[in-house]
């Protein structure tokens, strides 16, 4: 009896000590990056100062807040326009990925035969392929769209057909033992075990798909009021406005982001009840 009551306390101090170590590292996930940026941002104003940096060079984090205030109008109007592109291609990388997985998925002939390609398309520069793009393509909106979605379409491709070709063989022989179809098998057994390579190759899919309009849009060399956040930032190199350059930065950076914790959210949202990831996470 002495035993227990002796080992009672012990393991509840272990408890008690897990406990706190689990809810400071909650803590310090939060904390500790926004003190770091909080001290890089502290840093480069004082950079400026003690250097008299010129505000055409290296502009202070002030500066760079104020002008992003003054120019929202401006810098947000093209964000929306990088928006419009990004999620457009995010969204033809979903189903040509998703669909050309599925394929891949029912015939190791189709794969044998096409996979290669859209591993040339991943490897290839797209200022390589730009200027056939620029050949063929009379529409600028579809050019951006092209060069974006040629980006984002090979994490959704591969992601996805891994997850399809990864389902236990023994859940795949059960389903054929009792008389399930090829498309059954795939709806109830397939399809829901790539869930996860394929949401992995949504978040990764999301920030190229943003890396991908920026990157078209300089290499297109697109102006205007209707043009994108790169094509504000060209304009501000080449007039030595540094403020709005390193806004519109700012404007992209967060942009990625906000995109990467939305996809992050809805993965967790659709495995929070079956996925040992999200129920570790939830644990």
């Not at 043009?227 to 992209?252: D, K, Q, T, V």
Request: hydrophobic share 55%.
């Amino acid at each position: 009896m002495t035993a227990i009551q002796t080992q009672a306390p012990a393991v509840d101090q272990e408890e008690m000590r897990r406990a706190r170590s689990q809810r400071l590292e909650r803590i310090g996930r939060w904390v500790v990056p926004l003190a770091i940026m909080v001290l890089a941002i502290w840093l480069w104003d004082r950079i400026c100062v003690w250097n008299e940096i010129p505000q055409y060079i290296l502009p202070r984090p002030g500066v760079v807040l104020q002008t992003l205030y003054n120019d929202a109008g401006l810098l947000f109007g093209s964000l929306l326009v990088t928006l419009k592109i990004t999620f457009l291609s995010l969204l033809l990388a979903v189903i040509g990925g998703v669909g050309l997985s599925v394929l891949f998925a029912q015939s190791k002939w189709v794969e044998m035969s096409f996979f290669p390609f859209a591993v040339v398309l991943q490897v290839t520069p797209i200022v390589a392929i730009f200027p056939l793009i620029n050949i063929y393509v009379d529409n600028q909106t579809a050019k951006l769209l092209l060069c974006a979605w040629i980006v984002a379409f090979f994490p959704i491709l591969s992601n996805t057909t891994l997850g399809l070709n990864s389902v236990d063989r023994n859940l795949r022989d059960l389903f054929r033992l009792n008389g399930a179809t090829r498309w059954q098998e795939l709806w109830h057994l397939r399809l829901p075990a790539a869930m996860p390579y394929f949401l992995g190759g949504l978040k990764i899919a999301g920030g190229l798909s943003l890396i991908g309009a920026v990157v078209a849009e300089f290499v297109a060399g697109a102006s205007g009021q209707s043009s994108g956040l790169a094509s504000r930032i060209i304009e501000a190199g080449y007039r030595l406005n540094a403020p709005r350059l390193f806004a519109a930065l700012i404007l992209i950076s967060l942009t990625g982001i906000v995109i990467f914790l939305v996809l992050s959210l809805v993965s967790h949202l659709i495995l929070r009840r079956w996925h040992e990831s999200a129920l570790k996470q939830e644990g």
